[in-house]
C-alpha cells in the first residue's frame, strides 16, 4: 500500500528556508491520477492546506493564497519523493506539517498522510 | 477566519447521535464535493467521509454525512468515548482555486 514518509529539519530561524522532503513507496510521484498535497497545522491556524503538485503529461502546482509567495515544490522523479521549500519563515509558520495524497478518486480527499514533521521556527 | 464554518464545538453522552455542520459558500460546497476529516492528538489526520457522504473501508457506518447546497454535516451515531476528539471538513473552492478547511469542531464526549 502507499505510504509516505517525511524527513527533514525541526528547528529553522527566523527569514530562512523550511525544507521538507516526503518519500513515497507504493505508487510513483508521476502518477497520472494523484495529486501531492502539504498541508500544516497549529493551534492558531488549524488545518490549513498549502498547495499540491501533480502530473498530468506535465507538472502542474496549486498553492494557497496565504504562502504562495514563498512556496516551491520540487517533485524528484529519481527518487520517489516530494519536497516543499517555504521560505522567508516567521514564527507564525511554526506548526505540523504534513503531505498527503489525493489518489484523484476521492473527491478531492487525501487518503494517505505522511507522519508529520513539527517545525518550530525560533532563533 | 476559515472559508468553511463549523461550530468550535459539540458534544454528546455515550450512545447519543451528534451533528457536526460546515458552512460554506456556493464556490466551494455549492460546487464540490466535501470531506470529513477526524484528527487525533499527536497523529494525522484521518479521512472519515469522502465525496459528501462515502465512507472508505474501515470506517464504522456509526460516521455518516450529507450535502445540502452550500452546507453539509457529519452525524456520528452510537457516541462512544474514542469518538472524543476534533473533525474537520474540507473541500474545495473554485473561486480561491485552493483546499480549503473548516476550523474544526472539538467533540467531547460527556
Known amino acids: 500500500q502507499v505510504q509516505l514518509q517525511q524527513s527533514g529539519p525541526g528547528l529553522v530561524k527566523p527569514s530562512q528556508t523550511l525544507s521538507l522532503t516526503c518519500a513515497i513507496s507504493?505508487?510513483?510521484?508521476?502518477?497520472?491520477?494523484?495529486?501531492w498535497n502539504w498541508i500544516r497545522q497549529s493551534p492558531a491556524r488549524g488545518l490549513e492546506w498549502l498547495g499540491r503538485?501533480?502530473?498530468?503529461?506535465?507538472?502542474?502546482?496549486d498553492y494557497a493564497v496565504s504562502v504562495k509567495s514563498r512556496i516551491t515544490f520540487n517533485p524528484d522523479t529519481s527518487k520517489n519523493q516530494l519536497s516543499v521549500q517555504l521560505n522567508s519563515v516567521t514564527p507564525e509558520d511554526t506548526a505540523v506539517y504534513y503531505c498527503?495524497?489525493?489518489?484523484?478518486?476521492?473527491?478531492?480527499?487525501?487518503?494517505?498522510w505522511g507522519q508529520g514533521t513539527t517545525v518550530i521556527v525560533s532563533s | 477566519q476559515s472559508v468553511l464554518t463549523q461550530p468550535p464545538s459539540a458534544s454528546g453522552t455515550p450512545g447519543q447521535r451528534v451533528t457536526i455542520s460546515c458552512s460554506g459558500s456556493?464556490?466551494?460546497?455549492?460546487?464540490?464535493?466535501v470531506n470529513w476529516y477526524q484528527k487525533l492528538p499527536g497523529t494525522a489526520p484521518k479521512l472519515l467521509i469522502y465525496?459528501?457522504?462515502q465512507r472508505p473501508s474501515g470506517v464504522p457506518d456509526r460516521f455518516s454525512a450529507s450535502k445540502s447546497v452550500t452546507s453539509a454535516s457529519l452525524a456520528i451515531s452510537g457516541l462512544q468515548s474514542e469518538d472524543e476528539t476534533d473533525y474537520y471538513c474540507?473541500?474545495?473552492?473554485?473561486?480561491?482555486?485552493?483546499?480549503?478547511f473548516g476550523g474544526g469542531t472539538k467533540l467531547t464526549v460527556l
Open positions: 503538485t501533480y502530473y498530468r503529461s506535465k507538472w502542474y502546482n
Open positions: 465525496s459528501n457522504n
Open positions: 456556493r464556490s466551494n460546497i455549492g460546487l464540490n464535493p
Open positions: 474540507s473541500t474545495w473552492d473554485d473561486s480561491l482555486n485552493s483546499l480549503v
Open positions: 498527503a495524497r489525493d489518489p484523484g478518486n476521492l473527491g478531492y480527499g487525501m487518503d494517505v
Open positions: 507504493g505508487e510513483s510521484v508521476s502518477s497520472n491520477s494523484a495529486a
